[in-house]
């Protein structure tokens, strides 16, 4: 789902900003399959005693990722060019979550422009059952432009586009205020939101 805001310009001309929310529903519409990530990424399942299970609940290796937003794992900051692909994670059961912080540093770059396109999804998504939410604070996600908040995702984007035509046509492109805030840092909440107990295996991948 496309979503977009703008940025007012002190002559009420408006830029652009396109935040990209790719939803998933029942895994049918996700641009990924059930395969590892290539390069470099370790794609690799672990599972601890050969995937047995304790009370009915399958037994992963605990990568430990942080399970709270009050703790999350820092994923540090992102540059424009950078990237940045966190460990494999499990979710074993429904309802458990992984959460994670990431930075994309403001460049303070001329009429607003953040610097870069900064870009979350996930790289690996075994059996299509993991989605994550993109919040601003521990408590509120993100906008994505049309009212709704940056949930039950497959990948994110944040685009400073400042592309409209009013404004490149009278050569005021001096950009003073912002609709939607410049997204840094940001928490990433990782869930599973579908399937039965396993070890499926998730990696997200942060690009600017």
């Known amino acids: 789902m496309a979503a977009v ?6 002559a009420l001309f408006a830029a652009i900003i396109a935040a990209g929310c790719a939803q998933g529903s029942d895994g049918s519409d996700s641009r990924r ?4 990530p ?13 995937g047995g299970r ?51 540093p403001s460049l303070g770059m001329p009429n607003m422009a ?6 979350i999804e996930l790289s690996m ?7 994550f ?9 993100v906008a994505c432009g049309d009212g709704a908040g940056a949930r039950d995702l497959l990948s994110w984007s944040f685009v400073d586009d400042q592309s409209a035509t009013e404004a490149e046509a009278s050569g005021d492109m001096d950009y003073s205020t912002r609709d939607q805030p410049w997204p840094s840092p940001v928490y990433v909440r990782v869930y599973r939101a579908l399937g039965g107990a396993d070890c499926s295996a998730y990696q997200l991948t942060v690009t600017r």
Do not use: K
């Open 125 to 131: 998504n075994q059996g299509e059952v993991f989605r």
């Open 114 to 119: 953040g610097g870069g396109e900064p870009r």
């Open 54 to 104: 304790d009370g009915g609940t399958p037994t992963c290796s605990d990568e430990g990722h942080g399970n709270a937003c009050e703790a999350p794992t820092d994923l540090g900051s992102v540059d424009p060019g950078g990237e940045v692909t966190s460990m494999v994670g499990y979710l074993p059961t429904a309802g458990a979550e992984d959460w994670f912080l990431v930075g994309f």
């Open 133 to 141: 939410e993109v919040r601003s604070t521990c408590s509120a996600t």
């Open 33 to 36: 399959g059930d395969g590892g």
């Open 5 to 10: 805001g703008r940025l007012r310009a002190l």
């Open 38 to 50: 290539s390069g470099t990424r370790d794609g690799s399942i672990r599972r601890d005693g050969g």
